[in-house]
T-cell receptor, first 117, second 112 residues
Framework: GAVVSQHPSRVICKSGTSVKIECRSLDFQATTMFWYRQFPKKSLMLMATSNEGSKATYEQGVEKDKFLINHASLTLSTLTVTSAHPEDSSFYIC?????????????FGPGTRLTVL | GQQVMQIPQYQHVQEGEDFTTYCNSSTTLSNIQWYKQRPGGHPVFLIQLVKSGEVKKQKRLTFQFGEAKKNSSLHITATQTTDVGTYFCAAPHPNRDDKIIFGKGTRLHILP
């Protein structure tokens, strides 16, 4: 079945540094990918919709200058957390949308745990 | 690896009929979440179940968490066209509470 990978799975960084998270669709092309954030014991929160070849669409309250999204190819979207702070520590998940004849299917990545010291 | 198995993958029902999707795990889950994704949209959180045997209702939706906390179900009574979409369950990885595992989803199609 379709697989979506994320890299890295875990990252620890110092406050003030930037961290890049990659989301790849391994066996299908995805014009649309989604980035989510999950706080401990909470539900997923959609951060932005990543569109290949165009600007990402951010949800209300999400700082686009802080969470940079680049969807440069049909199989790769990246989320860069710029000038990370401890409050950015969270679990980040991407999903990729596979278009199909009977409807579109979401495939979730395994997630990336970010810890900012 | 650890998996949350969700069945069925697809379900077509006549409007007004009931619908149920199931999630099963081989290991005990600390909690389970359910999401609904409308066509063209993104998954939206519906509910979280934590307690063994817990049953929660949201209008026509009934969510259950098994006594052993290894399975869960979402039941919709008297489906309506607005129920169309894909329903996902998700649970924390049993050994890594910083990792969440999603079921593959059940796509519900309503026949008028």
């Amino acid at each position: 079945g379709a697989v979506v990978s994320q890299h890295p799975s875990r990252v620890i960084c110092k406050s003030g540094t930037s961290v890049k998270i990659e989301c790849r669709s391994l066996d299908f092309q995805a014009t649309t990918m989604f980035w989510y954030r999950q706080f401990p014991k909470k539900s997923l929160m959609l951060m932005a919709t990543s569109n290949e070849g165009s600007k990402a669409t951010y949800e209300q309250g999400v700082e686009k200058d802080k969470f940079l999204i680049n969807h440069a190819s049909l199989t790769l979207s990246t989320l860069t957390v710029t000038s990370a702070h401890p409050e950015d520590s969270s679990f980040y998940i991407c999903s990729a949308e596979r278009l199909g004849l009977v409807g579109d299917t979401q495939y979730f990545g395994p997630g990336t745990r970010l810890t900012v010291l | 690896g650890q998996q949350v198995m969700q069945i069925p993958q697809y379900q077509h029902v006549q409007e007004g009929e009931d619908f149920t999707t199931y999630c099963n795990s081989s290991t005990t889950l600390s909690n389970i979440q359910w999401y609904k994704q409308r066509p063209g949209g993104h998954p939206v959180f519906l509910i979280q179940l934590v307690k063994s045997g817990e049953v929660k209702k949201q209008k026509r939706l009934t969510f259950q968490f098994g006594e052993a906390k290894k399975n869960s179900s979402l039941h919709i009574t008297a489906t309506q066209t607005t129920d169309v979409g894909t329903y996902f369950c998700a649970a924390p990885h049993p050994n890594r509470d910083d990792k969440i595992i999603f079921g593959k989803g059940t796509r519900l199609h309503i026949l008028p």
